[in-house]
């Protein structure tokens, strides 16, 4: 999935667990939402790390992301860890829904895969449907 889609889901799934975000949260959850593809160099995080490593694996795994994401309920409190938890575990679900799936319990051989292309109509109209629906619980 495109960084957008990424983005919009774990905005829309915070706006049903939060009512509302400080704008330094807001960016916390882009970024969390997003990190993920750290690994992915054509990505927009990727872009700026270029990491030598394969993509969706170990930065797609909740064996990763859950001790992560504790480290930030320790330093920044439990409503960074739950945001940190929606944006990983968000990027990680929609990416299972591809096509290319991802190793979520890497280094597991165990893939889920869907049937999403990334970057098709498919998932531009996915993406129509996160929108709307976050617009519709906009207060």
């Excluded at 829309?12 to 593809?37: G, R, Y």
């Excluded at 930030?72 to 409503?79: A, S």
Aim: aromatic share 22%; net charge positive.
């Amino acid at each position: 999935m495109i960084w957008l889609t990424h983005s919009v889901f774990a905005f829309l799934i915070s706006k049903l667990w939060f009512n509302e975000l400080s704008l330094t949260q807001a960016i916390f959850l882009f970024f969390a939402s997003v990190f993920p593809d750290i690994d992915n160099k054509k990505s927009l995080i990727g872009k700026v790390f270029k990491l030598n490593i394969k993509h969706r694996e170990i930065f797609h795994s909740l064996i990763f992301f859950l001790p992560l994401s504790y480290v930030f309920y320790i330093f920044l409190g439990e409503k960074y860890f739950v945001l940190f938890l929606i944006g990983s575990v968000s990027h990680i679900l929609l990416d299972s829904l591809t096509k290319s799936g991802v190793r979520i319990l890497y280094p597991m051989k165990f893939r889920i895969k869907g049937f999403f292309k990334t970057n098709s109509f498919s998932e531009y109209l996915l993406l129509f449907l996160f929108l709307i629906l976050l617009i519709f619980f906009l207060d």
